[in-house]
C-alpha cells in the first residue's frame, strides 16, 4: 500500500473509532431561550440545581423539602399531585416509609396508560442525588411541560410517578405496583435513572416476554441518539442490578424501557453526586429520549407492544438502530461459515492459500491473546498493588480509570501490530483464516449461550468480503478496505470502553480482549501497512504516554477525594467501645481515631453489618466511652402454640436514629412481620449472614417485630442501632472532612452504631 494511502487510512480509521463514541450523544448549547415546547438542558439542569442542594435520602432533612419543590412544579403546570404513603420492605427486607409523588394527564382514548418514571430520594448520608436520580426527575418535569405546552390532548393518560425509597430496596415503586389503583392502568414505563454522572443514556429493556415489538416501536419513535443493544440487555438480565422498572416487570407484569447513564461512576453515591459535575450532554440525551418516546408512546395503542418474540439489535452511526428477528441467528452463522469454508476452498484452488501459512497464522493471533488477556486480567491487581488507594473506591472505577482504559488498549494494540510484523512474510490471505476462524467459534458461542451477541456476525461478514478480495486480488484498494472495516469499528468499539465502565477496572481483560478482537478484524488493513514494526513502536509511546498521565493524575486531590469512613461502635452487652473504618489505606483525617493501636476485627461481630459489596471493618481501635442512649426493647407477647414460637417486640429509639438492621441466629424463622408488612417466604428461606431485616427509620418510628420459629429452637435477636451525626453529635468532636476526602459509600458511615443482643432460649 502506498505511503500516502496509508497515511489517509489510518487517519480516517482513527476518526470513525472517534466518531463510533462521539456520535452516541448529542453536544450541548445553551438552549434556555428555546421554544416552550421543546425541551431545555437549561430548564431542566434548573430543577437539578435545586433538587440538589443538600443529600436527601429517607429520613433526612432534605428529604422533605424535595418532596415538595417536586410537587409544586408539577401543581405549577396545572397538575393535580398527590402523595401515596406505606411501609414496604421490598424483596430484600429493607423496609421504610416511602411517600411517592404522583400526578395523571388524561388522555383521550380509553387505552392503557404511560407511565414516565425516577425516583427522589439519594442515596443515604451524603449523596447530593443530582445524576441519581434528580436528573431523571428534573428530565420527566422539563420534559412534560414541553409537552402541555403544546396543548395536544395525548391519546393514552399519562401516569407521573417520581417514587420514593428507591435506592432504600425500590420500596417505593414496590408500594405503587402493589397497593396503588392506578397500577392496573399502566401499560409502558418509560424509567430515568443513572450510576454515574456522566456519558451516553444507555436503553434496557425489561419484560417478561419477547422484545421485538419494543424494539419495533423504540425504533419507529426515532430519538436522535439512541444507544442500545441486546448484548447490554442479555448481560443485564444476568446481574443483579436492579431498578424500580424491575418491580414493575416482576410484580405487575408491566413491561418499560430503562434509560441510564453509567459513566464517571466514581460519582455514583458520593458527596461528589452534584448538579455541577452533571455531564450536560447527558442530560441532553436524556431529554432527546423522552422527548421522542414521549410523543410516540402517549398516541400508540399499548396493548399492540407485547410480544413472544425476540429481536437482536443495535445501533451503529448513520443508521441509528438495526434489528432483526432471533429466526434469523442461526441461518446468518450458518451462511458465514458456509462463506468461510467456499474461500478456503476456493483460496487453495487458486493456490493463494496452503495448510503450512494458515497454520503459522495462528502463531501470531494467539500470541496477541495470550499476552494481552494475561495483561488485562492481572491489570487490577497489579495496580492496586502500586496504588492500594485504590481499593478504597469501592466502585472499582477510578478518577483517571478512562487513562487506564486507553493505558490497555494502546498496550494491545502495540503487542498486536508487533505480532503481526514478525510474521509479515506469510502472505496476507493466509494471515486472515486463524482470526476469521475463531471469530466464527466465538459466534458460533454466542449464538448457544449468549444469543443477544449475535449481532458481531455482521462485522465478521465484512471480514469474509476482504478474505474474498484478497485472495482474487494482490494489491486491493486501501479505502476498501477501511470501508469493509468500518463495521467492526462501529459496532465493537463502543465495547472496549463500556466494559470497565460499567464493571469496573477489574474487567479490563475485556477491553484488552475486545481491542484485539477488533483489531483481528482490521487485518485486511493493517497487513497492508508496510511499517507495523513502526506502528507497534507508536502504540507502545502512546501507552507510556497515557500511563504516566495516569500516575500523574493517580494522588488524591479536592477535586479527586479520597473516600474516607469512620464510626464509633459500642457493644452494649460487652460494654466495649471502639472507632471502626472500612478503609484499606488510612487517611490523615481517619488516623487521628484509628492510629498506632489499629488491629484487624478478625472475629468481631460489628463487621457483619450489611453493605452493598459484603464490605467489613478493616481496622478498629479502642475508643472512650460515651453515653449513647439505646433502643428500649419492649417484649409484647412471647407464646408457645404446639411446635411454634412466636414473640413480639417493639424496638423504641431513644436517640435520633436513621437505621436498625436486626440479624439472627441459625434459627429458622418461619414467618416474619415488621410494621405489619410480613416478609416474604422466598426472602426468610433465602436470607444469608443471618440477617433479618434492615429498617430505614423516618421520624423515630418505632420497629414493631412479630417473629414465629419451632419452639425448641434457641433464638438470638443482634441490634445494630445507627445514626448519621458522628461528626454533629455534641458527645464528639470529630472534625469536618478536609476538602480532598469524602465519605465512603455504599457503607455505613460517619455513625454512631450501638450492638446489644437478647436471647429466647
Not at 445524576?131 to 395525548?154: C, M, T
Not at 391519546?155 to 432504600?168: Q, Y
Not at 441509528?320 to 474461500?343: D, H, N, Q, R, T
Not at 423516618?698 to 435477636?717: I, M
Request: proline share 5%; with cysteine; glycine share 6%.
Amino acid at each position: 500500500m502506498k505511503k500516502t494511502t496509508s497515511v489517509i487510512t489510518l487517519l480516517l480509521l482513527i476518526l470513525a473509532v472517534y466518531w463510533s463514541i462521539a456520535s452516541l450523544m448529542p453536544t450541548y448549547s445553551p438552549d434556555q431561550d428555546k421554544n416552550e415546547t421543546v425541551f431545555s438542558t437549561d430548564r431542566a439542569m434548573t430543577h437539578v440545581e435545586a433538587i440538589s442542594k443538600e443529600p436527601h435520602g429517607v429520613g433526612f432533612p432534605g428529604h422533605k423539602k424535595v418532596q415538595s419543590y417536586i410537587a409544586s412544579q408539577l401543581e405549577k403546570m396545572g397538575l393535580q399531585t398527590q402523595l401515596q404513603t406505606g411501609y414496604t420492605a421490598g424483596d430484600w427486607a429493607n423496609l421504610s416509609k416511602a411517600t411517592n409523588i404522583l400526578a395523571r394527564i388524561k388522555g383521550s382514548g380509553n387505552g392503557k396508560a404511560l407511565l414516565l418514571l425516577s425516583h427522589y430520594d439519594s442515596s443515604p448520608h451524603s449523596s447530593y442525588g443530582a445524576s441519581d436520580a434528580g436528573s431523571g426527575v428534573a428530565a420527566i418535569l422539563e420534559g412534560i411541560r414541553a409537552f402541555l405546552a403544546k396543548n395536544e390532548a395525548p391519546k393514552n393518560d399519562i401516569i407521573i410517578l417520581i417514587s420514593d425509597a428507591e435506592e432504600l430496596g425500590l420500596n417505593g415503586a414496590d408500594l405503587f405496583v402493589r397497593e396503588h389503583p392506578w397500577a392496573k392502568d399502566v401499560g409502558l414505563v418509560l424509567n430515568f435513572e443513572a450510576r454515574g454522572s456522566g456519558g451516553p443514556g444507555i436503553m434496557l429493556l425489561e419484560t417478561n416476554r419477547g422484545n421485538y415489538n419494543l424494539i419495533k416501536e423504540f425504533s419507529r419513535a426515532n430519538p436522535e441518539y439512541p444507544v442500545a443493544n441486546s448484548l447490554a440487555y442479555s448481560i443485564y438480565k444476568l446481574l443483579p442490578n436492579d431498578t424500580d422498572l424491575t418491580v414493575f416487570r416482576e410484580k405487575g407484569d408491566i413491561d418499560g424501557f430503562n434509560f441510564a447513564f453509567i459513566d464517571d461512576h466514581f460519582d455514583y453515591h458520593t458527596a461528589l453526586d452534584t448538579h455541577d459535575r452533571l455531564d450536560k450532554n447527558t442530560l441532553a440525551h436524556q431529554g432527546s429520549y423522552l422527548s421522542a418516546l414521549l410523543d410516540h408512546f402517549s398516541a400508540l395503542d399499548l396493548d399492540s407492544i407485547r410480544s413472544l418474540k425476540e429481536s437482536v439489535y443495535f445501533n451503529v452511526p448513520f443508521f441509528k438502530m438495526v434489528s432483526y428477528p432471533f429466526e434469523w441467528i442461526w441461518p446468518m452463522l450458518f451462511i458465514g461459515i458456509a462463506f468461510f469454508i467456499a474461500l478456503l476452498v476456493l483460496g487453495i484452488r487458486k493456490k493463494v492459500l496452503n495448510g503450512k501459512d494458515i497454520l503459522k497464522g495462528f502463531v501470531p493471533m494467539l500470541m496477541a491473546l495470550v499476552i494481552n488477556g494475561a495483561v488485562g486480567y492481572f491489570s487490577w491487581k497489579a495496580l492496586t498493588s502500586i496504588y492500594p488507594g485504590y481499593l478504597d473506591m469501592l466502585h472499582g472505577f477510578t478518577y483517571n480509570g478512562h487513562a487506564y482504559i486507553l493505558v490497555f488498549v494502546f498496550f494491545s494494540l502495540s503487542i498486536c501490530f508487533y505480532a503481526y510484523h514478525k510474521f509479515q512474510v506469510v502472505k496476507t490471505p493466509n494471515l486472515l483464516i486463524a482470526p476469521l476462524f475463531l471469530w466464527l467459534v466465538i459466534c458460533t458461542l454466542l449464538c448457544v449461550y449468549l444469543n443477544g451477541a449475535a449481532f458481531f456476525i455482521i462485522p465478521v461478514y465484512a471480514g469474509l468480503v476482504a478474505l474474498y478480495i484478497l485472495i482474487n486480488q494482490k494489491s486491493p484498494n486501501g479505502f476498501l478496505m477501511l470501508f469493509l472495516g468500518l463495521p467492526a469499528v462501529f459496532i465493537l468499539s463502543p465495547f472496549i470502553q463500556l466494559f470497565p465502565i460499567a464493571l469496573g477496572l477489574k474487567m479490563m481483560v475485556a477491553s484488552t480482549i475486545f481491542a484485539t478482537l477488533t483489531f483481528f478484524l482490521l487485518l485486511p488493513l493493517f497487513i497492508r501497512y508496510r511499517n507495523k514494526r513502526g506502528l507497534a513502536f507508536l502504540s507502545f509511546l502512546l501507552f507510556l504516554g497515557f500511563l504516566v498521565s495516569a500516575h500523574m493524575n493517580s494522588d488524591f486531590n479536592k477535586d479527586n477525594p479520597k473516600p474516607t469512613s469512620l464510626l464509633y461502635v459500642w457493644d452494649v452487652d460487652k460494654n466495649e467501645s471502639r472507632w471502626a473504618t472500612y478503609e484499606k489505606v488510612l487517611s490523615d483525617w481517619t488516623q487521628q481515631y484509628i492510629g498506632a493501636d489499629k488491629k484487624r476485627p478478625q472475629d468481631l461481630s460489628e463487621n457483619t453489618i450489611s453493605s452493598k459489596y459484603g464490605s467489613g471493618f478493616s481496622y478498629i481501635s479502642d475508643a472512650p466511652k460515651k453515653n449513647i442512649l439505646t433502643p428500649v426493647i419492649e417484649i409484647i407477647s412471647d407464646t408457645i402454640i404446639g411446635t411454634k414460637r412466636s414473640i413480639e417486640l417493639n424496638v423504641i429509639p431513644q436517640r435520633d436514629v436513621n437505621r436498625l438492621e436486626i440479624f439472627t441466629n441459625n434459627t429458622t424463622i418461619s414467618k416474619a412481620t415488621v410494621n405489619d408488612i410480613e416478609l416474604s417466604d422466598y426472602y426468610l428461606k433465602g436470607r444469608r449472614n443471618g440477617k433479618l431485616v434492615t429498617h430505614y427509620i423516618s421520624e423515630n418510628d418505632t420497629t414493631k417485630l412479630l417473629l414465629e420459629y419451632p419452639s425448641e429452637g434457641n433464638l438470638e435477636l443482634t441490634f445494630y442501632e445507627a445514626s448519621n451525626d458522628l461528626l454533629d453529635n455534641p458527645l464528639f468532636s470529630v472534625p469536618k472532612r478536609p476538602e480532598d476526602i469524602i465519605p465512603m459509600p455504599f457503607v455505613l458511615n460517619d455513625a454512631i452504631l450501638t450492638i446489644q443482643k437478647m436471647r429466647f432460649e
